[in-house]
């Protein structure tokens, strides 16, 4: 695989580990997928749901939880870190603020338009990407920040429907043929390549949401995409942050149990059904009392559970309150193992693929094909 380069930052390995919120993926994960050499990302959602004072003080406590567990990364890597903010938390100037002070190498966000002024951040060299699900919106996010700061964006992700977590479409329209990834990549290379020209720079496309082998990642490379985020895949590693029966559901679980809820993010999530998830499906109503209203959009009286209480309580193990986030090939997980040993083997099925293709190319031009 080829290294990526992010406006002049090298990632030996075109691996982004993607963030994975209330405590899935912190400083043990991320650090782990950084000494690989890919990025390890630390997620800010709901960071701070350990710390003492949570419940009086959420926004404080995130901000200290976050500068503790990149310092803590740090402490156990030189490779490239990164965070993921989602602009749908009511604390996401905070989180992004606290990130670029702790000088983090990138930072992914999702959930919202970016459209920050990079010059605010003074002379920071964190990588701002934003992660979008769609052309249309890369096409605005690319041509507002042209216009307004005579710049564009250092690399984006983009996400699929097939992902683990918030899935940026609407439910009828996960299952279309023109979301599969690779269209919305193409289209999405397509759009970014006249500001690659007017810049003079390369855009990194990376390209997430259902990659979870070596041979999955080839294809998307050839359709086009520089890199790879992946979360699902690495929640059933010894390094990730989240309980062991976090772990032990992705293993038990089967392609039927993956299922689609309604999130008071206003997004659909892909989940692994359970008792809990079924009750919300049915509508149940499980009373919600606020004390920190973490997400911008979520009004407390109305929705019929607290996301982040749900996915707090299930990182704990609990899964009478709550369920795991993942993605659709959740189900593909057979043991836990090291972050090196997933790595190790995405790269020998990656290059199982590479030698394959080179071998069909020689043999057409044997052919003459
Ligand atoms: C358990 C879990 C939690 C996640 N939490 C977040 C999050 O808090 N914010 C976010 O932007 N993306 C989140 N994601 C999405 C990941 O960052 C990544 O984009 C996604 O997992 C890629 O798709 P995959 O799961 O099929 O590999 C989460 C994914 C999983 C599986």
């Known amino acids: 695989m080829n290294p990526l380069n992010i406006g002049g930052l090298k990632v030996k390995l075109p691996i982004i580990q993607g963030g994975m919120g209330v405590c899935v993926s912190l400083s043990g994960l991320a650090s782990a997928v950084a000494n690989e050499g890919g990025i390890g990302v630390i997620s800010a959602v709901g960071i701070g749901m350990t710390e003492p004072d949570y419940r009086k003080n959420f926004r404080e406590s995130n901000k200290i ?26 604390d996401f ?15 992914i966000i999702g959930a919202g338009l970016f459209l920050h002024n990079p010059a605010d951040f003074g002379d920071s060299q964190t990588k701002l990407i934003p992660k979008v699900s769609s052309a249309r919106v890369a096409r605005l996010i690319f041509k507002y920040w042209s216009e307004k700061y005579n710049r564009v ?54 390209a997430g949401g259902g990659i979870y082998t070596g041979h ?23 390094e990730c942050d989240v309980s062991d029966q976090f772990k032990q559901n992705y293993l038990s679980s089967s392609k039927n149990d993956i299922t689609i809820i309604d999130s008071p993010v206003g997004l659909p999530g892909r989940v692994i059904s359970n008792d809990f998830v079924k009750g919300i499906q049915q509508g149940l109503q499980r009373p919600v009392n606020c004390p920190w209203k973490c997400l911008k959009t979520c009004d407390y009286k ?25 993605g659709s090939n959740a189900y593909l997980a057979t043991e836990i193992t090291s972050v090196k040993e997933t790595i190790d083997q995405l790269k020998r099925e990656y290059l199982e693929d590479q030698l394959l293709s080179e071998k069909t190319i020689r043999e057409k031009l044997e052919c003459g094909v």
């Open 65 to 90: 939880a976050l500068r503790k567990e990149i310092r803590k990364a740090r402490l156990k890597t030189d490779g490239v870190l990164g965070v993921n903010i989602m602009m749908a938390v009511s």
């Open 93 to 107: 100037d905070d989180l992004l603020k606290i990130s670029i002070e702790e000088k983090i190498d990138v930072a």
């Open 153 to 206: 964006p250092d690399a984006i992700v983009v996400e699929g429907p097939l992902c683990g977590g918030h899935i940026g479409f609407k439910k009828d329209e996960i299952l279309s043929p023109k979301n599969y990834l690779i269209a919305i990549v193409q289209e999405v290379i397509k759009e970014i390549a006249p500001y690659e020209q007017k810049y003079g720079i390369e855009i990194p496309v990376i």
């Open 216 to 238: 999955d990642i080839f294809e998307i490379m050839n359709a086009g995409a520089k890199g790879v985020k992946m979360g699902t895949r690495f929640v059933t590693t010894n």
């Open 302 to 326: 109305k929705v019929s559970f607290c996301i982040a209480e749900a996915l707090f309580n299930a990182a704990q193990g609990n899964f009478e309150n709550g369920f795991s986030f993942a």
